[in-house]
């Protein structure tokens, strides 16, 4: 698959953080995040069509991709969104665009309605946003890290594959696949992968949730029809709560809908980050 390279490196408070730029400086900055148990991998398709009109900056969050994992190292979501806080000044952008999957849905939006981080739009993909969320398996995971991590490695990389297939309704390129596996595998990965789920608590969208209705920037909502990760109900509820959202539905998509339709999701995001009119 095409190469995808993150070149620059932030000291973030937790760890070093890869990160890139392309497309025009200074031209209507969009930023976006990735969820777990991904990478910025995922939006290489779309933040190369993006980047044909804005200034794209796409980061891999600490204890992901390729940016830092370490022992003891917080990845928390209170964590990642004091670190995507950090991460818009060090780049000195004050109102860019925002387009958020799973996870980095949780960041944006504690960035925004905890840090004081300021975007000119929203789109949520997929987000984790409102309880309940985390799978039995994630459940598991939780209460019994240090046993999963001592898996031998042929399970434990059968275990991942497994699991980010599920992610997917139309499945994934083998070659895809692997990419997205491979940060996971060996020391530190293994224990990396496990260490984040155990720190997925759900309080820390409890902590945001009720504050929905405070967002005032235009909010998009995207939705893979086909998520068994995440219901697709959770989309309406979510727009339901949030001044203005729009939501979109995308067929034959699942959770990971960068994946399963880059261009149907491409376009929506196009239109949006052009405004009315």
Do not use: N
Not at 139 to 162: D, I, K, M
């Amino acid at each position: 698959m095409t190469a995808w390279q993150l070149s620059e490196t932030f000291p973030s408070t937790s760890g070093d953080v890869r990160w890139a730029r392309l497309g025009p400086s200074g031209r209507d900055p969009v930023v976006l995040l990735h969820g777990t148990p991904f990478s910025s991998y995922v939006w290489r398709a779309v933040a190369r069509a993006l980047a044909r009109r804005h200034e794209v900056f796409v980061w891999d969050m600490p204890g992901y991709g390729a940016s830092e994992k370490s022992a003891g190292q917080d990845v928390s979501l209170a964590a990642q969104g004091r670190i995507f806080t950090e991460l818009l000044a060090h780049w000195g952008l004050e109102e860019p665009a925002v387009v958020a999957h799973d996870f980095g849905g949780a960041v944006a939006l504690r960035a925004h309605l905890l840090h004081g981080a300021r975007y000119r739009a929203l789109a949520l993909v997929d987000p984790v946003a409102l309880a309940p969320w985390g799978s039995p398996f994630f459940q598991l995971v939780g209460r019994h890290p240090e046993v999963f991590e001592q898996l031998p490695p042929a399970l434990h990389h059968a275990l991942v594959r497994e699991y980010v297939t599920s992610a997917s309704s139309p499945g994934l390129h083998p070659a895809v696949l692997e990419r997205l596996v491979e940060p996971w595998l060996g020391d530190p990965g293994q224990g990396a992968f496990y260490h984040q789920i155990a720190q997925a608590d759900q309080r820390y969208t409890d902590e945001v949730q009720d504050r929905y209705g405070e967002i005032g920037i235009p909010t998009l909502v995207c939705w893979g029809e086909d998520d068994t990760w995440i219901p697709a109900a959770k989309g309406r509820e979510l727009v339901d709560r949030v001044p203005g959202a729009r939501l979109e539905p995308i067929a034959g998509a699942g959770h990971l809908v960068q994946e399963d339709a880059p261009a149907e999701l491409t376009a929506l995001l196009v239109d949006f980050l052009q405004g009315p009119g």
